[in-house]
C-alpha cells in the first residue's frame, strides 16, 4: 500500500514518551466526574463508616468506665449493674460495629464497579473518536496499558485499600478527640508524636510518587513489546527475531522488575522508621501516664483506655504503607489515564452540521472539489502543497506514484481522516468540516489494502456500514460482487465466524467481503487504496469485477500500484512529491512520452 507517512517523532513529542499532558487537576476532575453520579451513595457510605468506627472506638471508654465505675461499685457495693451494663454496651457496640461494616462494603462495592465500568467505557470511547494523527505516535500497546493495568491500579484502590485509608483518617480523628476527652495531657502527647510520623508520611508520598509514575510507564513498554511481537509474529518468525526480541524484552522486564523493586524498598523503609517511632512513642506515654496514676493525677481505667487508643493509632501504620502504595500507584495511573481522555480529537464534530443537498436523480456519485488544498503532519514538514483538483460526480479516478508520492494523505483528507492545514475539501459544494460524523461516512466509504475483517460472521461483517440490513439484502450484496459461492461453501455460511482479523478466509475472499460491505452501505464516493497489491492474478481478476460493481455510478478515488487496476478508470493522475505531475484518461497517457506512459512499459514489460 502506498502511505504517506508522519515524519517520525522524537524524544520530544510528549505523545511518542507517553507524556500526555493534561492539567494539574485534570485527574481529580476526572475522579470527580466519576464520583458525581454515585453521590447519594458516597454520602451513605460516609454515614456509615463513621457510625460503625463510632461503634469501634467506643470500646475502650467502655473499658475505662469498667475499670475506674463497674470494678469499685461491685467491690464497695456488690452493685453488678455498672458491669452488666458495660457488657450490654459492648455487645451492642460489636453488633452495631459488624452491621454497619456489612452494609458500607456493600455499597462501596457498588460505587467502586459502577466507577470502574464507567472509567473503561470512557477509555474505550475516547480513543475511538481520537484522530489517526493520534493513534499513529501513540501505541495501541500503551492504550492497552492505560485500558488494563492502569485501571487495575485504581481498582485495587477502591477495593482494598480505600476502605482501608478512610478507616484510618476516620479512626485517628475520633481517637484524637477521645483522647483529648478522657485526658487533654494524653491528647496533647499522642498528637505531637504525630509529627515525626507526619514528616515520614510526607517524605514517602514524595519519594513514592516519582517512583509509581516510572512503574507505571515501564509496564506499558512491556505491554507495547508484548502486543507489538505479537502482532508481528509473521516477520517475526521469518526474519528469526526472537532472540532479538526477547533480548529486548528481557531489558524491559528487567527494567520494570528494578524500578518496582525500588518501590518496595521505599515502603520497607518508611514501615521501619514508622514502627521505631510508634514503638517509642507509645513506651514514653504509657510511662509518663503510670507515673501521672500514682501521683493522682490520671485515674487507672483513663491510662488503660488511652494505652488501647495509642495502640489503635499506630496499628495500622503497617496497613497505612501498604494504603499508600495502592494510594500512589493509583494516582500516577490516574494521571496518565486523564493525560489521555484530556486529548481533543483532531476530526472534531461540527457545533452546527449542515446536510448534504439531495443527491441527483439515477446517479449515486457526488462530485468532489479540493480547494486550494495544503496539508503538514503536525510532526514534519509539508506534504501536500497547495492545489485545486475536481473529481467530476460517478467519475472513477486512479491516482498512481511512487511510494510518499503523497496518494494515500490525499485520500486520507476525502475521507476526513485528516483535515487540510490549509483550504477546504467539499463534497457537492458541502465542506467535509460542516458534515457530521454519520453523514460523512455514509457518503464516503474506504476499503484499504488489508480490507480489515472483525471477529464475527461473514454476515456481521458485510452488514458493518448497515447494520440494521436484512439477510436478504446481505446475501444480494455478496451475490453481486461474486462474493456468495465462497461464503456459501464456508462451514455455517453466512454465519461462519472469520475469527480474527478475518484469518479463516483468503486475502483475496476478505477483499470480496469488504467489497460487498461498500455496495451494501451504498456510498456516494468510494476510495480503494491498494484493494489488490497483495492478491495473485487469479484473486486479483476477481477482485476487479468486484470492483467494476461496486464503483459503477459512484464517484471513486483508487490508489493502485498494479496498473492493471488503473484500466477501470476513467481518469488517472500521476503523483510526484505531492503534485499532480500529470491528469487525463489512461489511453491518452499511454499513448504520450511522460512518466505514466513508463510506469505503463515497464508494467508490461514486467507480465512478459
Not at 189 to 205: I, K, M
Not at 339 to 360: D, M, S, T, V
Not at 490 to 501: A, H, I, N, Q
Request: proline share 5%; charged share 25%; glycine share 8%.
Amino acid at each position: 500500500m502506498t502511505t504517506t507517512a508522519p515524519v517520525t517523532t522524537t524524544a520530544e513529542d510528549p505523545i511518542a514518551r507517553d507524556d500526555l499532558p493534561a492539567p494539574k487537576d485534570a485527574s481529580r476532575r476526572l475522579l470527580g466526574s466519576l464520583l458525581r453520579p454515585h453521590r447519594a451513595r458516597v454520602a451513605l457510605g460516609a454515614a456509615l463508616l463513621l457510625s460503625q468506627q463510632a461503634a469501634v472506638q467506643a470500646v475502650p471508654l467502655l473499658v475505662a468506665y469498667a475499670i475506674d465505675r463497674g470494678v469499685p461499685a461491685l467491690r464497695d457495693r456488690d452493685d453488678t449493674g455498672p458491669l452488666i451494663a458495660v457488657a450490654v454496651a459492648y455487645l451492642v457496640c460489636a453488633l452495631g460495629a459488624g452491621g454497619f461494616q456489612y452494609v458500607f462494603i456493600r455499597v462501596a462495592a457498588r460505587i467502586n464497579q459502577g466507577i470502574l465500568l464507567e472509567l473503561r467505557g470512557r477509555i474505550y470511547r475516547h480513543a475511538q473518536a481520537l484522530s489517526l494523527d493520534f493513534h499513529d505516535r501513540y501505541t495501541s500497546g500503551r492504550l492497552i496499558s492505560r485500558a488494563t493495568s492502569d485501571v487495575q491500579s485504581l481498582r485495587e484502590l477502591l477495593n482494598e485499600g480505600l476502605q482501608e485509608l478512610l478507616i484510618v483518617l476516620v479512626s485517628v480523628v475520633y481517637i484524637g478527640g477521645l483522647l483529648f476527652y478522657l485526658d487533654p495531657g494524653l491528647g496533647g502527647a499522642a498528637l505531637l508524636s504525630f509529627v515525626p510520623l507526619w514528616l515520614l508520611v510526607r517524605g514517602y508520598r514524595r519519594r513514592s510518587a516519582e517512583r509509581f509514575s516510572r512503574r507505571s510507564t515501564a509496564i506499558a513498554a512491556v505491554i507495547v513489546k508484548f502486543s507489538e511481537t505479537l502482532n508481528g509474529i509473521r516477520p517475526v518468525q521469518a526474519f528469526r527475531r526472537e532472540r532479538t526480541n526477547d533480548a529486548d524484552f528481557d531489558a524491559l522486564n528487567r527494567r520494570h522488575e528494578r524500578i518496582n523493586g525500588d518501590t518496595l524498598l521505599e515502603m520497607a523503609r518508611f514501615v521501619t522508621l514508622s514502627r521505631l517511632v510508634a514503638s517509642a512513642a507509645t513506651a514514653g506515654i504509657v510511662l509518663w501516664g503510670a507515673q501521672r496514676v500514682t501521683s493522682g493525677d490520671l485515674e487507672l481505667g483513663a491510662l488503660a483506655a488511652g494505652a488501647l487508643y495509642v495502640r489503635r493509632l499506630y496499628d495500622p501504620l503497617d496497613r497505612f504503607a501498604m494504603i499508600l502504595n495502592n494510594y500512589q500507584s493509583a494516582v500516577a495511573s490516574l494521571e496518565k489515564i486523564a493525560g489521555l481522555l484530556h486529548q481533543r480529537p483532531g476530526i472534531p464534530e461540527p457545533e452546527r452540521p449542515k446536510p448534504l443537498p439531495p443527491a441527483r436523480a439515477g446517479a449515486p456519485g457526488r462530485e468532489v472539489v479540493f480547494e486550494d488544498v495544503r496539508f503538514a503532519y503536525r510532526t514534519g514538514g509539508e506534504v501536500l502543497p497547495r492545489f485545486r483538483l475536481t473529481l467530476p460526480a460517478g467519475e472513477v479516478t486512479a491516482l498512481v506514484g511512487a511510494t510518499g508520492a503523497g496518494k494515500s494523505t490525499l485520500a486520507k483528507l476525502l475521507a476526513r481522516f485528516y483535515d487540510p492545514t490549509e483550504g477546504r475539501v467539499l463534497l457537492d459544494g458541502t465542506d467535509l468540516r460542516d458534515l457530521s460524523a454519520a453523514e460523512l461516512r455514509r457518503a464516503v466509504v474506504m476499503v484499504t489494502q488489508e480490507a480489515f475483517l472483525f471477529s464475527g460472521t461473514v454476515a456481521e461483517n458485510i452488514a458493518l456500514g448497515r447494520p440494521d440490513a436484512t439477510r436478504e439484502e446481505i446475501e444480494a450484496a455478496a451475490r453481486a460482487i461474486g462474493a456468495h459461492a465462497f461464503i456459501a461453501g464456508l462451514p455455517e455460511g453466512y454465519d461462519t465466524d472469520v475469527r480474527k482479523r478475518g484469518g479463516r478466509i483468503s486475502a483475496g475472499q476478505r477483499q470480496l467481503v469488504a467489497f460487498a460491505r461498500v455496495l451494501l452501505a451504498d456510498p456516494a464516493v468510494a476510495i480503494l487504496d491498494e484493494a489488490t497489491s497483495s492478491l495473485d492474478i487469479p484473486g486479483e481478476r476477481a477482485v476487479q469485477d468486484a470492483m467494476e460493481t461496486v464503483l459503477r455510478g459512484r464517484t471513486a478515488v483508487v490508489i493502485a500500484h498494479r496498473l492493471s487496476t488503473v484500466e477501470i478508470a476513467d481518469r488517472v493522475l500521476v503523483m510526484e512529491a505531492g503534485r499532480v505531475v500529470e491528469d487525463g484518461p489512461p489511453a491518452r497517457l499511454i499513448g504520450a512520452p511522460g512518466r505514466f506512459a513508463t510506469l505503463h512499459r515497464t508494467w508490461r514489460e514486467s507480465l512478459a
